[in-house]
């Protein structure tokens, strides 16, 4: 039976989470931010890493909180509502590559430095865009005690921030894992993408001739367990923006006036918004099963995880799209809030794969096969 699992943490954690966003990232601060180099202020950052937010997946043997992946649910629904930007799903993600597939020393010397702050972020994403993560053209080639890498990733989330990089390459004929420091990415290495969500930071990474030792090859390479950690974050911003977008078409259509009458009183008008509010609920929902589903290493997380992937990126497009015709011709223009969660929604539509994608790879897992 499907079950949904949201503990009292979990509650305590929404609730926190939701009111340090609304006070620390309203649209004028997301707005202003756009414009720096980095996706967070130093203060800011300084302040999550006080709370013990970065902690919240990691087992308290390495100093976290214990609370597994679905700990970090809240916090990033939260974030999104409120388009907070930060390198907070880069590290949770990282955190999770590294429990997942690291050694025992490799795990010891990491998981406490992003607890404590450490910015931390994967390489995963081919120049082509592959969403098959165990498909890479990125390459390792044995050099003594070394390893010689080549090739190039793309939508390396908070580069320059990053003290530590987790990079996808084919090894010995075989999908591995390889750490990258921070102070072993040489200047040109990193270039800035300009990419549509314009509250991320995101790079290209450049890999020829880079040099590390051997020592820094991750043990293990779980791309399935890394896909769906990816994607369990993607769709907790999704429902997070799912709900700040609803606010912002429900202001103004209790406020904007047309022939002295409220704009949201026309029928063409109610009715999508409907629309948007039950795609939310269901997004929250699928959200919350795959979190429990992930966190119990159930056999049906995966599937539970692309629909929820499927689902999400579709209503949140949908919502991002009906907010900029809501507001007319002002919602094709910079100054309207609304295209800022269209932005978003288009790239969390096609991160990890689309909707499309997911559905054609859920068809075998819940159709009985036809003889």
Not at 198 to 215: F, G, H, M, N
Request: one cysteine or more; proline letters at 2%; charged letters at 20%.
């Amino acid at each position: 039976m499907s079950i949904i699992d949201f503990s009292e943490e979990q509650s305590m954690l929404l609730e926190t989470a939701n009111e340090f966003c609304r006070e620390n990232s309203t649209i004028s601060v997301v707005r202003a931010q756009i414009d720096k180099e980095e996706s967070v202020d130093a203060e800011l950052w300084s302040r999550i890493v006080e709370l013990g937010w970065l902690g919240v997946s990691i087992p308290e043997t390495y100093g976290g909180l214990g609370m597994g992946l679905a700990g970090a649910v809240p916090i990033v629904e939260s974030m999104g509502k409120y388009l907070m930007g930060s390198p907070y799903t880069s590290c949770i993600l990282t955190a999770e590559v590294i429990l997942s597939c690291a050694s025992e020393e490799q795990k010891t010397q990491w998981l406490p430095k992003i607890i404590e702050g450490s910015v931390a972020t994967t390489a995963l994403t081919e120049e082509d865009g592959n969403w098959r993560l165990e498909e890479i053209s990125s390459r390792a080639e044995k050099d003594g005690k070394n390893l010689v890498l080549t090739g190039s990733k793309c939508f390396v989330m908070d580069g320059p921030m990053a003290s530590l990089y987790v990079v996808s390459v084919i090894y010995q004929g075989k999908p591995r894992l390889v750490f990258v420091m921070g102070d072993q990415i040489t200047a040109g290495r990193l270039t800035r993408e300009n990419v549509i969500d314009e509250t991320r930071r995101s790079y290209r990474l450049e890999l020829d001739d880079l040099v590390v030792p051997e020592s820094q090859l991750l043990q293990g390479a779980d791309f399935s367990r890394i896909e769906m950690a990816a994607m369990l974050m993607l769709v907790a911003e999704m429902s997070g923006g799912l709900s700040g977008v609803l606010h912002v078409i429900i202001d103004y259509l209790t406020t904007r006036k047309q022939f002295d009458k409220y704009i949201g009183s026309y029928q063409s008008l109610k009715h999508p918004t409907v629309q948007i509010l039950l795609s939310q609920e269901a997004c929250r929902s699928h959200l919350y099963h795959a979190a429990t589903q992930i966190t119990e290493n159930s056999a049906d997380a995966i599937a539970a995880i692309r629909m929820a992937k499927a689902q999400g990126a579709d209503a949140f497009a949908f919502a991002g799209d009906r907010a900029v015709q809501f507001h007319g011709g002002f919602g094709f223009t910079y100054e309207c809030d609304a295209q800022l969660f269209l932005r978003r929604a288009l790239w969390c539509q096609y991160q990890f794969g689309d909707s499309a994608y997911h559905n054609e790879l859920l068809a075998p897992l819940l159709l009985d096969e036809v003889v």
